[in-house]
């Protein structure tokens, strides 16, 4: 996702860093640098010749040229610009009292639209919602019984009516949400390989005849500069309120993607980031800004963190701080990651992480935690409890049972020690605030430690994460909890 655009965006930012005061030939060849970066990325030409212009005139005052941190002004203001060219703030769906609502989605064939229309389905199911799916598409090969397959998956009914025009389908499936209770339709319309006046003229219909209260254009990221002319002629025939972008995760370079907010004005609602039910995300802006010039996010990272969590794994943390680290809660540890996307997905989001996946030629190997559980489930029950008894007899037997060798074995037993470690730490800690809280000296009663800011990261809204990564367990999990606790705040 964006991986060259990002790598590019960093070279001109580093060659900055490089500067202890800017020059105007300095600025102007970093917008060169930033100009080619977008162009080359398959972003829309008119766009980037604005964003360069506006990027370049507010470098130019007087007040970054003879900055103290010249380079991290101008990082800060082209991260200002990239999220308003992406929308400022997030745009949430807009439900009406009526019942049901009706979502539909438009689009080309190819674009991602079934798969989207049950993502979207999953996600409202997961907000306490009661969706139907319209299989209004009767020209592709099985794309009903498609979108039946993934709906059955997720426990969604479709509405087919085979054998009917689209039109009467989505009228019918209205019908039917109302005889069973359905709150939300969404209207799987068809698509073309490419724009012509029957599948236009076939989405205006649907449309009249069912009032959808939001109707979301499915974008494929990979589709390119011809982005701008498919998204445009949608917006003039249909009106949409809003768009997915689907397969963001690809490796194309995505850049099209950038432009379709900035040349049609409607937001973009939902990114899609893989292909399982739970990969449709709401788009943030300021998030995806940060994650393309490699600052990450943080935030993304606690919220995933929090879905994946339940009650059971909030008592095992408070038992892990009492009686330590044990080799079952590893293996929920490596559940929760995998839960939370890989440990591909998390890097990606933590501040310069997609940048050394890149360095790395993008590859991670998660089939270590497969391993790793086999390993866990070699051993015994009072060997998982107690992993200080593995001796070296032990691990042999271990690893034979895991079909791994005792080296592999060894190096997860130093896993297992360093995060045992850590844990110790952070109980004496614990204690410590405990006891201090207690003491309740000079009316500081359970004073809260605060962590120092980073100058020049304020902006950015990153300060006091500059040392994620860097400054091992504890200074992580502190900066960590910090975060969370300003997310807290924030709301």
Known sequence: MFDSLSDRLNDTFDRLRGKGKLTEADITSAMRDIRMALLEADVNFKVVKEFVAKTKERCMTAEVMESLSPAQNVVKIVLD??????GSTESKLVFSNRIPNVIMLVGLQGSGKTTAAVKLAYLLKKQGRSPLLAACDVYRPAAADQLATLGGEIGVPVFRGDGERPVDIAKGAIQEAVDHLRDVVIVDTAGRLQIDEQMMQEAVDIKKAVKPDQ????????TGQDIVNVVSTFAERTDFDGVIISKLDGDARGGGALSVRQVTGKPIKF????????????????????????????????EKAQEAADAEQLEAAERMLREGFTMNDMLDQMKAVKKMGGMKGILGMLPGGQRALNQMGGNLDEGIFDKNEAIIMSMTKEERLRPSIINGQRRARIAKGAGVTPTEVNSLMKQWGEMNKMMGRMRTMANQAQAGGKKGKKGKKGKKMRMPNIPGLDA???????GLGTGGPKSDMELLRQMEAQMRNKK
Do not use: C, N, Q
């Open 81 to 86: 610009e990239l999220t308003e060219m992406l």
């Open 215 to 222: 109707v979301l254009m499915v974008v494929d990221a990979m």
């Open 271 to 302: 990114v899609s980031m893989g292909e399982k039910p739970d990969s449709l995300e709401p788009f943030y802006p300021d998030r995806m800004a940060k994650r393309i010039l490699g600052m990450g996010d943080v935030v993304g990272i606690i």
């Open 460 to 466: 950015m809204g990153l300060g006091g994460m500059g």
